[in-house]
């Protein structure tokens, strides 16, 4: 049986763990419901579980994270917040390494709708702040 | 760059976004254009439905999944100019395929 101390420190550093609701949640590319369609099997192929993959860490905006390492490659970007998408019924995770990589979690079955909502929870796309040359040498 | 151990440019699908914990690009084998498996050490090219595409060594295989060291200089990107209207508000399906036309 766990004592109460030990449950508390794993409770806060869940805490510390679990995205803020405000944290910007950023994709390259045009991220269509296709295009999330096929990134959540190939996740699934690798891990059994359906996922997105995003960037995605409290505090930073889409721009700082476009600059991570990697760098952003895409010529555009799209973005959400963490909150959003909770209000929406999908969870956003960190999943690091690479740094800011996360996670949003998809029902266990998912179904063509799910893509469609969460691409049309995405902005309009923007332009990658970070120069082709900076890229091409990430 | 190293010469290709085998002649041949096998191209797969890739999401740019999947990356490992080695900052290696990941995909699925599902998404090959061609029933050849690419083997350790070969050179493919990963490419999105948006007209990116990159270079990269094939560094790991397990099953279906391949990890892939990209040479970002050999990146490309279409540019392509897109409408607004992302969401597909049509019945899709995600199948191992060519290069897919994008709402333009």
């Known amino acids: 049986m766990r004592n109460d101390a030990n449950s508390d420190r794993e409770s806060d550093d869940k805490e510390e763990a679990r995205l803020p609701d405000e944290a910007v949640v950023m994709r390259g590319g045009l991220s269509t419901a296709e295009t999330l369609h096929k990134n959540s099997l190939a996740h699934y192929d690798e891990f059994a579980v359906f996922a997105i993959s995003v960037r995605s860490i409290g505090g930073l905006t889409a721009d700082d994270l476009a600059r991570m390492d990697p760098p952003l490659a895409h010529p555009r970007f799209r973005e959400t917040t963490v909150g959003e998408l909770r209000v929406a019924g999908y969870d956003v995770i960190p999943d690091e390494p690479p740094p800011a990589h996360a996670l949003i979690m998809l029902p266990q079955l998912p179904a063509d709708d799910d893509y469609i909502k969460i691409s049309a929870l995405l902005s309009d796309p923007r332009e990658n702040p970070v120069s082709r040359k900076e890229r091409n040498d990430g | ?104």
């Open chain 2, 1 to 104: 760059m190293t010469a290709n151990p085998i002649q041949r440019e096998l191209w797969i699908w890739a999401d740019f976004n999947s990356r490992d914990e080695k900052s290696r690009i990941t995909t699925s084998l599902r998404f090959a254009e061609s029933p050849a498996r690419p083997v350790e050490g070969e050179w493919i090219v990963l490419h999105d439905d948006e007209g990116n595409s990159v270079k990269g060594v094939v560094e790991e295989i397990h099953d279906l999944i391949i990890h892939v060291r990209p040479e970002m200089a050999t990146w490309t990107s279409a540019d392509l100019v897109i409408g607004s209207h992302f969401a597909i508000d049509r019945p899709f399906r995600a199948s191992p395929q060519g290069n897919r036309r994008i709402n333009a």
